[in-house]
């Protein structure tokens, strides 16, 4: 297997229009688990002699998800692309390639060439293969970066298995042998009849039934789907450790006489507490040993001490604190249906963040999905909050920094009554395997900048704030769209925005483009960095700057990506501003220099006689800053191998004004 750090030519890159270009990698469906698949990639729109766009480098990023699928090798170039001109490989949970023509010329592909295929080893479940299109290049012979490419991502679905097949032995669910009528899929009645099995896949059936003195682990990170019923006669092991925990959904009924384990891994070597939800129906707070069990009272905003002999409510969130790691055991029949939380408090006259806050919990052994499914809200704020070990993250069913709505299996979550009488029905419909893809029926989501906030000394922790704007929302607090902020672990930088009512959010929806104000909290002096995201999701005309009313600067985020500052962690309200107007900051053309690089020397050079820069630095596509220095005389020639490869942001300041530009480095 060749597995190679990927890097590109360094070039001076503009953006060219093309005509619709499409990449796409291939699907391979109803497969064996167990067996490899070979993925093609293939191209239109490259054959300059019919109409298309010759072209000069390519290069890819192709996300996988690691519990499905396992990279094996790169086969089958094409005669045009030989394998000779190909660096390529993965890291395990994304396959990168690219492709430069040697001398630098125009090459005309046909339409519908398969480039070369990517074999995988799949280990079942279905699942997807996704472009990250802002990392995807190709290059013109001019070395301009073609624009308005279009990316199809590939899919991998398994084999619909036989009638019934029965498992003897000892080993992994894939283990074909051991199966009396193959690995089972979608239409098999799978019967663990002897011995003892081990999930290291993502496997599925019609029917599991699991006899007398047999066994199945479920190991951490792995899923089991029965899409019919589930009958335990035996042991069901669902193992958790510090990289997640197995899941299991049952889509018919759950019975048997077998003993039903559900280990969840708490980590508290931070200090920090866990907000957890039994998936069981009997457990008590018991279940956490010495550790201290509390109950969150919304009346009087605070908590309250369980007893051990407590019993933790179907769909009730609970905070556990401890000192260690430690794995804990929940056992019983697991919820397999709708779970109704009736009756939530709601306190008028509170704080209004924290009025009509309740601490429910994910009741199932796998994840669920704020979206998917039939949920029933009755006087709730639709915006979730998750805590992540130091701080919150919320999500408004579009956006957020809880991806996808994702909640955990037998994770705690906060929602929000807006009134007396509220309830939250949580669907069976919504459970899904963390580790599947999430199909959203909307489109990408428009107008939406993220801000993460962290201090340049530990990028470790860190936290996020949106800005949507939202025609129809409303410039207050929109129960319906914007998320309040709750407050982390003060110890880590806090970000988070003004409403036009001084409201304190972290998701905030406006019906206009305004200027919105962008507060944060630090306790440590120290230097600070706000990263901005979702640019590409705004028309390019937009104006989108980013004010710091202290040191009187201005930045363009299209330019820069990220703003740097110092604080002496002291609060400094009213400090920034995040503009959707012009807002008086000079920028050079784009014809004022010309840079260029190759083999990690940048070359620089003044096209208006403008012959010194005060200061040069060069950003990641994450807007990280990877280089800078000042007092440049030009032209200038910079030899700098620390540089990682790929997409930069190159920034000039001079006295005249700002200058940028895109950088492609290998």
Not at 408 to 413: H, L, N, R
Request: glycine share 10%.
């Amino acid at each position: 297997m060749k597995k190679v750090l990927i890097t590109f030519l360094a070039i001076f890159a503009l953006i060219a229009v093309h005509a619709q270009i499409t990449v796409t990698v291939g699907s391979a469906l109803l497969q064996n688990p167990g067996t490899d698949v070979h993925l093609p990639v293939s191209v239109k729109g490259l054959n300059g002699l019919t109409g298309g766009k010759g072209v000069t480098g390519l290069e890819l990023h192709i996300g996988y998800i690691n519990t499905s699928l396992t990279y094996d090798t790169t086969l089958n170039f094409n005669a045009l692309t030989p394998a000779s001109q190909w660096f390529f490989g993965a890291n395990g949970t994304e396959y990168s390639t690219n492709w430069i023509e040697p001398a630098g010329n125009k090459l005309n592909i046909p339409d519908n060439t398969v480039l070369f295929e990517i074999v995988y080893h799949y280990l079942g479940s279905a699942t997807t293969l996704d472009f990250d299109s802002a990392r995807c290049l190709l290059i013109d012979s001019a070395f301009n970066i073609i624009s308005g490419v279009h990316y199809v991502n590939g899919q991998i679905t398994p084999s619909l298995g036989s009638g019934e097949s029965r498992w003897n032995g000892t080993g992994p669910w894939i283990t074909a042998a051991n199966w009396s009528n193959g690995i089972p899929g979608d239409s098999t009645n799978a019967i663990i009849e002897t011995g003892e099995v081990t999930v290291l896949s993502n496997a599925v059936c019609k029917v599991i039934t699991i006899n007398e003195g047999t066994t199945i682990n479920l190991s951490a990170g792995y899923s089991l789907t029965a899409n019919m019923d589930y009958t335990n006669n035996g042991s069901m092991n669902l193992q958790s450790d510090a990289t997640g925990s197995g899941s299991l959904i049952v889509r018919g009924m759950v019975s048997g006489t077998g003993v039903n384990k559900f280990a969840r891994f708490l980590d508290f070597s931070s200090g920090m507490p866990n907000l957890v939800s039994s998936p069981v129906a009997d457990a008590t707070a018991s279940v956490f040993g010495s550790n201290t069990v509390e109950k969150y009272v919304e009346s009087a905003s605070s908590w309250m001490t369980l007893p051990s002999a407590s019993n933790l409510e179907t769909g009730s969130g609970y905070r556990i604190n401890g000192s260690a790691q430690a794995t804990f055991n929940f056992q019983g029949l697991f919820n397999s249906g709708a779970v109704t939380k009736g009756n939530l408090s709601y306190t008028a006259g509170s704080q209004a963040s924290s009025r009509g806050l309740n601490l429910l919990g994910n009741p199932y052994p796998s994840a669920i999905q704020w979206e998917q499914g039939n949920w029933g809200r009755t006087n709730l704020d639709y915006a979730v909050y998750v805590w992540e070990g130091y701080k919150f993250v919320s999500w408004n069913g579009s956006i957020g920094a809880l991806n996808d709505g994702i909640i955990p299996a037998m994770q705690g979550f906060f929602v929000k009554s807006n009134a007396p009488g509220s309830s939250l029905t949580i669907p069976a419909g919504s459970r899904l395997h963390s580790t599947q893809p999430f199909y959203k029926n909307v489109g990408t989501v428009s107008n939406v900048i993220s801000m993460r906030l962290l201090n340049t000394n530990d990028t470790n922790h860190y936290d996020e704030a949106f800005v949507q704007i939202l025609p129809g929302s409303t410039a207050g607090f929109d129960s319906s769209h914007d998320a309040w902020k709750l407050t982390g672990n003060s110890a880590y930088p806090q970000i988070y925005t003004k409403a036009s009512d001084q409201s304190v959010l972290s998701i905030n929806t406006e019906p206009e483009f305004v200027s919105v104000p962008v507060e944060f909290k630090t306790n440590t002096a120290g230097s600070y960095k706000i990263s901005f995201g979702g640019i590409e999701s705004f028309n390019t005309g937009q104006p989108l700057f980013f004010e710091d009313k202290i040191t009187k600067t201005v930045i363009n985020i299209r330019n820069t990506g990220a703003f740097v500052f110092a604080s002496d962690g002291t609060a400094e309200s009213g400090r920034f501003v995040l503009h959707f107007q012009e807002v008086g900051e000079e920028e050079h053309s784009e014809t004022a220099f010309c840079a260029w690089s190759a083999d990690h020397v940048i070359h620089i050079t003044a096209k208006t006689g403008n012959g010194q820069a005060d200061e040069l630095e060069i950003y990641n596509l994450t807007g990280q800053l990877e280089f800078s220095t000042g007092n440049l005389v030009l032209p200038a020639t910079i030899h700098q191998d620390n540089l990682t490869n790929g997409l930069h942001i190159m920034k000039i300041t001079t006295r005249d004004g700002i200058y940028t530009q895109k950088l492609l480095v290998r």
